[in-house]
């Protein structure tokens, strides 16, 4: 078990262009959610997975969000068009049913930076 | 909408006291969950404590407990012999029984002085 694993841990990137973030859960974890940070705030929910399905989506996640979990294993996040109000900590978490509701792991997050 | 509120930005206490960190929250739910999670700079979010609201017990781990005033819609963390490592932010966290997505207050940065 070696945690939740977020990639990359910073990005850095010209207002304009598209970026995808990863995130790995821990193995046998089939739930797992994506939450943004903005700084002086608590994260905000973008969305969530249960395997490949993606069951629920914030308004937070806009036309250019998009998320995928193929074969229900890692998961991307992908921001097009990125625009400075982008820059935050995109924060990973994944579950196992077994813990319940909220049995949330979190990653340590990717720092995204729109300049 | 669910609302958490943590009116304290900034806390802070003596190594080896006590400190309380509050949080309301506004729900029209009769079933969920309360949550205390800790981040330290630059590390993962770490639950600290958890409870359920049908729950009438207050929730303990060790140094941490809380009290849950469910009529009230208040849920405080009480930190007991306070460590340099406590030092952190803390967010409190509702989630409805029916859901799977936390809303966060904003946090309370808290230090821990020698």
């Known amino acids: 078990d070696t945690g939740v694993s977020q990639d990359p841990r910073h990005k850095i990137t010209k207002r304009g262009q598209n970026v995808t973030f990863r995130c790995d859960p821990i193995?046998?974890?089939?739930?797992l959610y994506w939450y943004r940070q903005t700084l002086g705030q608590g994260p905000e929910f973008l969305t969530y997975?249960?395997?490949?399905?993606?069951?629920?989506k914030s308004r937070l996640l806009s036309d250019r969000f998009s998320a995928e979990r193929p074969k229900g294993s890692f998961s991307t996040l992908e921001i097009q068009r990125t625009e400075q109000g982008d820059s935050a900590m995109y924060l990973c978490?994944?579950?196992?049913?077994?813990?319940?509701?909220?049995?949330?792991?979190f990653g340590s997050g990717t720092r995204l930076t729109v300049v | 909408a669910q609302t958490v509120t943590q009116s304290q930005p900034e806390m802070s206490v003596q190594e080896a006291e006590t400190v309380t960190l509050s949080c309301t929250y506004d729900?029209?739910?009769?079933?969920?969950?309360l949550f205390w999670y800790k981040q330290p700079p630059s590390r993962q979010m770490i639950l600290v404590i958890r409870?359920?609201?049908?729950?009438?017990q207050n929730a303990t781990e060790n140094r941490f407990s809380v009290n849950f005033q469910k009529a009230a819609k208040s849920f405080s963390l009480k930190i007991s012999d306070s460590q340099l490592g406590d030092a952190a932010m803390y967010f409190c966290?509702?989630?409805?029984?029916?859901?799977?997505?936390?809303?966060f207050g904003k946090g309370t940065s808290l230090l821990v002085t020698p």
């Open positions: 978490a994944s579950s196992h049913p077994r813990t319940g509701n909220y049995g949330y792991t």
């Open positions: 193995s046998e974890h089939n739930r």
């Open positions: 997975f249960q395997n490949e399905a993606q069951l629920e």
């Open positions: 729900t029209s739910e009769s079933d969920y969950y």
């Open positions: 409870q359920e609201a049908y729950k009438q």
């Open positions: 966290a509702y989630g409805a029984n029916s859901g799977y997505a936390l809303n």
